[in-house]
């Protein structure tokens, strides 16, 4: 595609505060099991390590939604239709995104939505020069209280695109409570373009969280680096280990963040006591199979209307449409 001058970008702001992550950071520490906000994960370290994950030899889901989404992008841009307003939940790179720009039709307007606002923005200037659409980007805790933007121009239709099995880093009942809340900030007339992973060996699944490079493990101990900066916090990186497995009964992986040895750590004035081989839980990746996932849409007020899978159906990409 031939480069083009880029549209002004009209940044929509509503960053969390640093206030905001200090708050839910030492809530989250006093509970039992100590755990951390994902969302989280996502400064511009962050948001740079995930990218890097995403091209690992053992981390399945990226290349495979590349895959799935190359092979039926007609069909996908066929359900999807014209003039819509594209709504990307948690954008980050915008890699997959880029398919479909440049295969739908007429494109009305393209919304990203991502925490990192470096992150946003650098990959927003990235498509304006590339797409000839209005960009309207959006820097916002998706699971929090925002209003999507208005565009210029007409549109027939809002669809969600909410790529990359993120559903599955939601307990259940949130997954339910953020899709129905999407649905509604879309409109009655709203679909979603969904990535879903599914359930399969575990032995692939720990591989994928546990890679031989060590990106998945700088990932999660960057989490406490950022609150060492961010939330006068004063982790000792050394002595925490990276710990993630597949857990059949819940159906799901969980990563998180071991004390090598018992320990006091500060954060925002508060002490946390850590004893040794305690964890601090940063993330579920829940998998889904295919009457699961239609179980969670339809109780969240979506029907599944199609579904496109990989040969090995180790992930799949779903279409939704609200009832």
């Not at 997954?175 to 992973?197: K, Q």
Request: aromatic share 10%; net charge negative.
């Amino acid at each position: 595609m031939t480069r083009i001058d880029a549209r002004p970008l009209r940044l929509h702001d509503f960053e969390p505060q640093v206030d905001d992550l200090c708050a839910q950071v030492v809530a989250g520490l006093r509970k039992p099991q100590k755990e951390l906000p994902c969302k989280f994960f996502y400064d511009r370290e962050g948001s740079i390590l995930f990218d890097q994950i995403c091209e690992l030899d053992e981390y399945y889901p990226t290349r495979t939604e590349l895959s799935i989404m190359r092979d039926n992008i007609d069909e996908m841009c066929a359900v999807i239709g014209e003039r819509c307003m594209l709504v990307e939940y948690g954008s980050g790179s915008s890699l997959k995104t880029r398919i479909l720009l440049e295969n739908l039709r007429d494109v009305a307007a393209y919304v990203p939505i991502d925490i990192s606002r470096s992150h946003l923005l650098r990959a927003s200037r990235a498509l304006a020069k590339r797409f000839p659409i209005e960009i309207l980007p959006v820097c916002a805790d998706y699971t929090a209280d925002f209003e999507l933007p208005t565009p210029e121009s007409d549109v027939d239709s809002t669809v969600v695109y909410f790529p990359g099995s993120t559903i599955g880093n939601f307990e259940p009942a949130a997954a339910r409570e953020f899709l129905h809340t999407a649905r509604l900030r879309a409109g009655s007339d709203s679909g979603m373009l969904i990535g879903v992973d599914l359930k399969k060996d575990p032995q692939r699944l720990h591989a994928a969280y546990n890679d031989a490079k060590g990106v998945t493990a700088r990932f999660n101990l960057n989490l406490l680096a950022r609150i060492n900066r961010e939330a006068d916090g004063d982790f000792d990186l050394s002595q925490f280990a990276h710990y993630a497995f597949y857990n059949p009964l819940a159906g799901r992986i969980e990563m998180h963040l071991q004390s090598l040895r018992e320990q006091i750590v500060h954060v925002a004035g508060e002490s946390f006591a850590f004893r040794e081989g305690e964890t601090i839980f940063t993330e579920s990746s829940y998998k889904h199979t295919l009457d699961e996932f239609a179980t969670l849409a339809r109780e969240s007020g979506y029907q599944v209307q199609r579904v496109w899978t990989d040969p090995q159906k180790l992930f799949s990409v779903q279409f939704l449409v609200s009832t």
